[in-house]
């Protein structure tokens, strides 16, 4: 019984965890539809650490980083919810679900679709995963325990700072 309120706790914290990151990735935190209706940008970047990386000549690493920092929690989470998948299994979830966002982002031209986003979410994703093996190592019982507690604190800031904007926006 433990178990499965953690298992739950788990599962509530990711959906959150999902429901920020969509907002953040394709509405762009906008508040209003209307604002998402007006950005318009179809653009989509093939060739990795391209045009969309470089700025005033020089690859911009901030939003590649940002991007990375995004998805170590997919990474996490999808570790603590499917312990028995292998490696490669876990890795394809985050993958894919950036491929997701950056096509829906271009058939609904509300972001540009970039290969760095693909890759800099996924190798996000991926440092999850390997954070997720080590903590368990180091944490052994205690993982599950331990990582709730860090994420229920991260999720609480996360809506926090989310409501303070939507206020800020009205």
Avoid: H
Wanted: aromatic share 8%; charged share 15%.
């Amino acid at each position: 019984m433990k178990e499965e309120k953690r298992l739950n706790l788990t599962r509530g914290l990711f959906l959150v965890y999902v429901f920020a990151l969509t907002w953040i990735i394709l509405f762009k935190m906008q508040i209003r539809l209307s604002d998402i209706a007006k950005m318009e940008l179809r653009n989509i970047n093939l060739i990795p650490l391209g045009d969309s990386a470089i700025v005033n000549g020089r690859i911009d690493l901030s939003e590649i980083l940002l991007n990375i920092a995004a998805f170590i929690p997919y990474g996490i989470y999808i570790s603590m919810l499917k312990e028995d998948w292998n490696f490669i299994l876990k890795a394809l979830i985050p993958c894919l679900t950036s491929l997701a966002y950056e096509t829906v982002q271009y058939i609904f031209a509300i972001g540009a679709s970039d290969i760095t986003d693909l890759i800099g979410n996924t190798a996000g994703g991926l440092i999850g995963i390997v954070c997720y093996w080590l903590l368990s190592k180091l944490l052994k019982e205690n993982r599950i325990k331990v990582i709730n507690i860090l994420a229920l604190i991260g999720t609480i800031g996360t809506v926090l700072l989310m409501a303070i904007l939507i206020i800020a926006n009205l």
